[in-house]
């Protein structure tokens, strides 16, 4: 493993990380064994150290002041390139206790989620090939027809940083699993909780959800869906924190 940038090291048995002086810049490598001692000053590109037997991979982190950031983020690390577009794999409704709902059908209060992956730029090696990212961006938004009913919501945002640990299960569906050798991660993301379909009248409706990565490379992907609840609408009201043109012009 070679330093992406010069600096100062610390080194641990298993790891090394690489500070800037004067900056709070930080750059971690994990899993490996290093050539390196604490107190050492590396230039760009000199070597750290090697992977450990059975872990195929480095973990790479970049914290500044102790808070990890995207090391992708734009004005970053560089020059890093993606010219491919991330995934929607797929997009469903389910009940409170996990039963999936046909989109041909669906009435009552359900939560919605959807399978969303990027592919890295270039494949990684070995037992890590299949490997897998989430986007920087994801959104969903509610049509009927043509016309918007909602505004593009915002699920999940990593374009930065990591989003806080205690919005994890309130943002992954359960089913999400990190990569692992030889296997690719699966990210499921609740898009709404507790969606209020009384509150829409019957008919036909598509959802669209975007994923953007950290170079304006977007994915998207749409579900045609009935609202069956065969009554009249009740007061319009979708899961909270959803903004919508019909709400809003109550």
């Keep these: 493993m070679y330093s992406v940038a010069p600096g100062y090291v610390h080194s641990y048995p298993a790891n090394v990380t690489v500070q800037r002086p004067r900056t709070g810049r930080e750059f971690g490598y994990w899993h490996i064994r290093p050539v390196v001692h604490t107190g050492q000053h590396v230039r760009t590109h000199q070597l750290l150290g090697y992977v ?135 990210y499921l993301f609740w898009l709404a909780h507790g969606f209020d379909t009384t509150t829409l009248p019957d008919g036909t409706y598509r959802i669209t959800v975007r994923a953007e990565d950290t170079r304006g490379n977007i994915g998207t992907t749409s579900l045609d869906f009935t609202v069956a609840n065969g009554g009249p609408p009740r007061t319009y009201q979708l899961a909270p924190g959803v903004v919508t043109r019909l709400a809003q012009a109550h």
């Design 52 to 186: 450990l037997p059975g872990w195929g991979h480095v973990h790479f982190a970049e914290s500044i002041h102790g808070a990890y950031r995207n090391p992708l983020r734009r004005g970053a690390l560089s020059p890093y390139n993606d010219r491919s577009a991330p995934t929607v794999g797929s997009i469903g409704f389910v009940t409170a206790d996990r039963a999936p709902v046909a989109a041909g059908a669906v009435r009552g209060i359900v939560d919605v989620e959807a399978e969303v992956h990027d592919a890295p730029p270039i494949a990684p090696r070995g037992t890590w090939r299949v490997a897998t990212l989430t986007p920087a961006f994801i959104w969903w938004k509610l049509f009927r027809g043509p016309a918007g009913l909602t505004d593009w919501n915002l699920v999940a945002d990593f374009h930065l940083a990591l989003m806080p640990e205690s919005l994890y299960n309130w943002l992954y569906a359960p089913g999400t699993y990190q990569n692992k050798a030889n296997r690719p991660g699966n």
